[in-house]
């Protein structure tokens, strides 16, 4: 990566230099040009291209190692952090997120099968009675380790042959033209069950991070109802928000608002 090109530092903007570089390489990992396990250009480089001091560039380091964002190895570097927050702004699944941060999605398949939608999916898809779902459940594994359980329901015509190789539910569902265009994303915090906990190798009662999201289509048409439990060790999410008071920039990702504020090149 080229740092002079990818970075700008505005001398005559009121923030402090260590903080714009804190947030330029912040944008950069969010972004994708550095990825999780992947060293960061050091200190000396980072003063050197930007002609700051390495004071300044070691001060901006230890604001994303303090964020979460970076890790130091003595005597090896400073890298992107593998559990690095997923910035929750653009709509991908499981797979996507990992791949993003540099880890390498897998699934262990525990059911599959079609039935009836109970009452909850019903309301959550907006489904007529006796309408006939899909229900997926598995394991989901970065680099091999299960990090959490995905329940994923989606309208049985949208999926009606079980026996379908799926490893990304998200791509099977583009290559069949049903691409979710939008979601409603729901957190909690839940207690591990006797069952989660054998499956996530936890102990009971454990602290679990639950996710509930609902998918449309373009044509808002509910398409996935996706309830997942994460170990909380295994997963942090950040979102962007902005002040209602600035509706120019509602909405917008964290690559629009760095560029909105000339951080980005």
């Not at 130091?72 to 996507?96: I, W």
């Not at 019903?122 to 997926?136: D, G, P």
Request: hydrophobic share 35%.
């Amino acid at each position: 990566m080229n740092t002079s090109n990818e970075i700008k530092l505005d001398s005559k903007d009121g923030t402090p230099l260590y903080l714009q570089l804190a947030r330029n390489l912040e944008s950069n990992i969010y972004l994708g040009m550095f990825h999780a396990n992947e060293a960061i250009p050091p200190e000396r480089t980072l003063s050197e291209s930007l002609n700051i001091s390495r004071f300044t560039a070691r001060k901006a380091i230890d604001v994303l190692c303090e964020r979460g964002l970076l890790t130091r190895k003595h005597g090896s570097g400073t890298y992107v952090n593998s559990r690095a927050p997923q910035l929750l702004t653009h709509l991908v699944d499981f797979d996507e997120a990992a791949q993003q941060r540099n880890l390498r999605p897998g699934s262990i398949w525990i059911s599959r099968e079609t039935t009836y939608a109970s009452r909850t999916e019903r309301r959550h898809l907006e489904l007529a009675a006796n309408s006939l779902v899909t229900r997926l459940k598995r394991l989901r594994t970065e680099n091999d380790v299960v990090v959490a359980i995905e329940n994923t329901i989606i309208p049985a015509r949208y999926l009606p042959d079980l026996t379908e190789k799926i490893d990304s539910i998200y791509a099977y569902l583009k290559r069949s033209n049903f691409v979710p265009a939008r979601a409603r994303q729901y957190f909690g915090a839940i207690n591990a069950t006797v069952d989660q906990a054998k499956l996530m190798n936890l102990k009971p009662g454990d602290a679990v991070f639950h996710t509930k999201r609902v998918g449309y289509l373009q044509n808002g048409e509910a398409i996935e109802l996706t309830h997942t439990f994460y170990r909380s060790d295994a997963c942090d999410f950040m979102s962007i928000m902005n002040a209602r008071t600035t509706p120019a920039n509602a909405g917008l990702g964290i690559e629009s608002i760095y560029r909105d504020s000339m951080l980005v090149a």
